[in-house]
């Protein structure tokens, strides 16, 4: 699988604050309006920069950046949800950080809102906002399309099959850890040890 | 058999095993499930869209909703999310509600969970909140996690985890009476950075730290997200049991480290060495000391959250603060109802800290809540809407944390904020405290 889009160019430690500021917390993420509403205030808590673009325009429900590459400890901070479902909301597919925090990247796997990508090299200086690049999901790697640098990825590993299905529900009963939705509580859980969405 | 940490203990036999180490993915049992009016309505939400309408909460006395964020505002959102609380606990007969207009009413949940003897030893805690890893000062397993996964504990009462190696951090010695729990923590997420711990337990061993209270272990355990851990732990000792008897009837398994037990890190402090320390805007661990900072003008001052807005943080400021006068604007918001009647009753030298406060010209709400420790909604009390400078007992100062993108929010104990509230400048309390 592959992502191609324009990417959004951050820093290190973009905490949860700044994805989406707390006063956007009364926004209930599975209410379908108020889910898209968290799109367009995705990143609303970044300082503004002169020669960065918003990350959503004034007035959009969503913003024109597939692919978010960022610095060390990415999504620090609260365990809010409503940060990768805003980004996920505003039309990103994927960050692609040197390091996430640990929450954020389980919210990303559980939700499926988002491909939580890790490099082993620091990337934030080989791409500018608005550059166009491919993000490859089975070779893992990251293009730049412009200057035609090829830069690796880490493996998703056990986190790529949960984003793919959908998030960890979808997942959970892909592979029979749960039953089908709506037959009530108290499922049982019988999957194997790699069967979920772990950091 | 491998020996094991405190953590790993906890995480094996929540997860049936004899054994387990640092790597292993293991379905864990939940013993409670805390979740709030921010993070609830979407949980509830998962929940219902997943399991069906008809679905049951695994365990109805495992289940405990705190409403605590956004609580004390006229936004007409924050207060539709309390009564989907309401509507959930009712229609899933949950005995743990602490709703809001009722005498019932906790305020923050981290603490509120500590008061209501929901915190035990050797148990397994799942909070919507990453500061959840407060608990751990209770010789719990206790960590943040996010709607969806708490949906799923929510249905099945069990979650995938892979466990942490251990990092310990020892203070030995005496811990000098101007230095609190909160100069322990900033110095260590100064030290390793606000991604050391990431993925992993953060221990804290030592004297210095079994002399603490439990209400200062809380704020050692709190911040642990600060440096990016999974999770804090603490020993249990006399003051855990006697803190833990005095609120719950319920029967607790401790655990202690193996004594082959292995640490993927160990770092020991001389706790009498210490000096009070800020971090400064905009990170929790760009710390420095705080007499190397007396050229910081002040704003404003705040005192409350989970992180310092215990009683004891009270008590602690109100020393530095009885018989002076604050210079600039000072707002204190007790963490709960509990610690608001303690504001009332408890007294220094016969005189209650209310009076201390208002004496002392702070702006005192008796509301309990989260309140301006992240911002909220614009009507908050203490919200920071502007480019104030402002030094605060809670968590983190990550830009716009409190409010305003252009505020700048240093962090510190309750004795250097009170002292820095009289001054206007950032103070060593040293210079205040006799």
Same mark, same amino acid.
């Given at each position: 699988?592959?992502?191609?889009?324009?990417?959004?160019? %951050?820093?290190?430690?973009?905490?949860?604050?700044?994805?989406?500021?707390? =006063?956007? %917390?009364?926004?209930?993420?599975?209410?379908?309006?108020?889910?898209?509403?968290?799109?367009?205030?995705?990143?609303?808590?970044?300082?503004?920069?002169?020669?960065?673009?918003?990350?959503?325009?004034?007035?959009?429900?969503?913003?024109?950046?597939?692919?978010?590459?960022?610095?060390?400890?990415?999504?620090?901070?609260?365990?809010?949800?409503?940060?990768?479902?805003?980004?996920?909301?505003?039309? +990103?597919?994927?960050?692609?950080?040197?390091?996430?925090?640990?929450?954020?990247?389980?919210?990303?796997?559980?939700?499926?809102?988002?491909?939580?990508?890790?490099?082993?090299?620091?990337?934030?200086? $080989?791409?500018?906002?608005?550059?166009?690049?491919?993000?490859?999901?089975?070779?893992?790697?990251?293009?730049?399309?412009?200057?035609?640098?090829?830069?690796?990825?880490?493996?998703?590993?056990?986190?790529?099959?949960?984003?793919?299905?959908?998030?960890? /529900?979808?997942?959970?009963?892909?592979?029979?850890?749960?039953?089908?939705?709506?037959?009530?509580?108290?499922?049982?859980?019988?999957?194997?040890?790699?069967?979920?969405?772990?950091? | 058999?491998?020996?094991?940490?405190?953590?790993? &203990?906890?995480?094996?036999?929540?997860?049936?095993?004899?054994?387990?180490?640092?790597?292993?993915?293991?379905?864990?049992?939940?013993?409670?499930?805390?979740?709030?009016?921010?993070?609830?309505?979407?949980?509830?939400?998962? /929940?219902?869209?997943?399991?069906?309408?008809?679905?049951?909460?695994?365990?109805?006395?495992?289940?405990?909703?705190?409403?605590?964020?956004?609580?004390?505002?006229?936004?007409?959102?924050?207060?539709?999310?309390?009564?989907?609380?309401?509507?959930?606990?009712?229609?899933?007969?949950?005995?743990?509600?602490?709703?809001?207009?009722?005498?019932?009413?906790?305020?923050?949940?981290?603490?509120?969970?500590? =008061?209501?003897?929901?915190?035990?030893?050797?148990?397994?805690?799942?909070?919507?909140?990453?500061?959840?890893? +407060?608990?751990?000062?209770?010789?719990?397993?206790?960590?943040?996690?996010?709607?969806?996964?708490?949906? /799923?504990?929510?249905? +099945?009462?069990?979650?995938?985890?892979?466990?942490?190696?251990?990092?310990?951090?020892?203070?030995?010695?005496?811990?000098?009476?101007?230095?609190?729990?909160? @100069?322990?923590?900033?110095?260590?997420?100064?030290?390793?950075?606000?991604?050391?711990?990431?993925?992993?337990?953060?221990?804290?061993?030592?004297?210095?730290?079994?002399?603490?209270?439990?209400?200062?272990?809380?704020?050692?355990?709190?911040?642990?997200?600060?440096?990016?851990?999974?999770?804090?732990?603490? $020993?249990?000792?006399?003051?855990?049991?006697?803190?833990?008897?005095?609120?719950? &009837?319920?029967?607790?398994?401790?655990?202690?480290?193996?004594?082959?037990?292995?640490?993927? /890190?160990?770092?020991?402090?001389?706790?009498?060495?210490?000096?009070?320390?800020?971090?400064?805007?905009?990170?929790?661990?760009?710390?420095? %000391?705080?007499?190397?900072?007396?050229?910081?003008?002040?704003?404003?001052?705040?005192?409350?959250?989970?992180?310092?807005?215990?009683?004891?943080?009270?008590?602690?400021?109100?020393?530095?603060?009885?018989?002076?006068?604050?210079?600039?604007?000072?707002?204190?918001?007790?963490?709960? +109802?509990?610690?608001?009647?303690?504001?009332?009753?408890?007294?220094?030298?016969?005189?209650?800290?209310? @009076?201390?406060?208002?004496?002392?010209?702070?702006?005192?709400?008796?509301?309990?809540?989260?309140?301006?420790?992240?911002?909220?909604?614009? @009507?908050?009390?203490?919200?920071?809407?502007?480019?104030?400078?402002?030094?605060?007992?809670?968590?983190?100062?990550?830009?716009?944390?409190?409010?305003?993108?252009?505020?700048?929010?240093?962090?510190?104990?309750?004795?250097?904020?009170?002292?820095?509230?009289?001054?206007?400048?950032?103070?060593?309390?040293?210079?205040?405290?006799?």
């Amino acid at each position: 699988m592959t992502i191609r889009g324009r990417v959004y160019v %951050l820093g290190d430690n973009i905490d949860t604050d700044q994805i989406i500021p707390a =006063e956007y %917390l009364n926004l209930v993420p599975t209410i379908p309006e108020e889910y898209r509403k968290l799109g367009s205030y995705a990143l609303a808590g970044l300082a503004r920069t002169p020669d960065q673009p918003p990350f959503v325009p004034p007035g959009a429900m969503t913003g024109p950046f597939t692919i978010i590459v960022a610095g060390k400890n990415f999504g620090c901070g609260s365990s809010r949800e409503h940060a990768p479902i805003a980004l996920g909301a505003a039309g +990103t597919k994927a960050v692609v950080a040197e390091s996430f925090a640990r929450i954020f990247f389980r919210n990303c796997v559980a939700t499926g809102e988002l491909y939580p990508c890790e490099t082993p090299a620091r990337l934030v200086d $080989a791409f500018r906002t608005n550059e166009e690049a491919v993000l490859d999901l089975e070779a893992n790697t990251l293009t730049n399309v412009a200057t035609g640098a090829v830069h690796t990825l880490r493996p998703l590993g056990d986190a790529g099959p949960v984003i793919a299905a959908g998030g960890l /529900f979808a997942y959970a009963r892909q592979t029979g850890m749960i039953s089908a939705a709506g037959t009530g509580a108290g499922a049982s859980v019988s999957g194997g040890p790699q069967a979920g969405a772990d950091d | 058999m491998s020996e094991m940490t405190m953590t790993e &203990k906890i995480l094996a036999r929540a997860a049936g095993k004899r054994a387990v180490e640092p790597g292993d993915n293991v379905w864990v049992a939940a013993d409670v499930l805390m979740t709030h009016d921010v993070c609830g309505p979407g949980t509830i939400g998962i /929940f219902r869209r997943e399991f069906g309408a008809q679905a049951r909460v695994w365990d109805r006395d495992r289940v405990v909703l705190i409403p605590d964020h956004y609580i004390f505002t006229k936004d007409d959102k924050a207060h539709r999310n309390v009564d989907i609380l309401r509507e959930f606990a009712a229609d899933q007969s949950l005995p743990h509600l602490y709703d809001v207009g009722t005498p019932r009413y906790k305020g923050v949940c981290h603490i509120a969970l500590a =008061e209501e003897g929901h915190n035990r030893p050797g148990e397994v805690l799942f909070g919507t909140d990453s500061h959840t890893c +407060t608990a751990g000062a209770f010789n719990e397993f206790a960590t943040g996690i996010g709607n969806t996964d708490a949906a /799923f504990v929510m249905g +099945t009462g069990k979650l995938l985890l892979k466990v942490p190696p251990t990092m310990r951090f020892v203070f030995d010695g005496e811990v000098p009476s101007y230095i609190l729990a909160k @100069d322990l923590i900033l110095q260590i997420i100064g030290d390793i950075g606000v991604d050391g711990a990431t993925y992993r337990a953060m221990e804290f061993a030592g004297d210095a730290v079994m002399r603490l209270s439990m209400e200062e272990r809380m704020t050692l355990a709190n911040m642990v997200i600060e440096a990016g851990g999974k999770n804090g732990i603490i $020993a249990a000792d006399e003051t855990t049991r006697a803190y833990v008897g005095a609120r719950t &009837k319920k029967s607790f398994d401790e655990v202690t480290n193996d004594p082959g037990a292995s640490f993927s /890190f160990e770092r020991r402090y001389d706790a009498s060495r210490l000096e009070p320390v800020v971090a400064r805007p905009h990170s929790p661990d760009n710390r420095a %000391l705080a007499r190397e900072l007396k050229d910081v003008r002040l704003t404003r001052a705040y005192i409350g959250s989970c992180t310092g807005g215990k009683l004891t943080d009270f008590v602690n400021a109100a020393q530095v603060l009885r018989g002076r006068h604050v210079a600039v604007d000072t707002f204190l918001v007790p963490s709960t +109802t509990e610690v608001s009647t303690g504001l009332r009753t408890h007294t220094i030298d016969g005189r209650p800290l209310l @009076d201390i406060f208002r004496d002392a010209g702070c702006q005192v709400s008796i509301e309990a809540s989260c309140a301006a420790c992240l911002g909220g909604p614009k @009507d908050t009390f203490g919200r920071i809407n502007g480019p104030e400078v402002c030094i605060s007992t809670t968590n983190r100062n990550f830009p716009g944390r409190m409010g305003s993108k252009e505020g700048q929010v240093y962090l510190a104990s309750p004795y250097t904020v009170a002292a820095s509230a009289v001054t206007g400048r950032i103070t060593d309390p040293r210079e205040l405290l006799q």
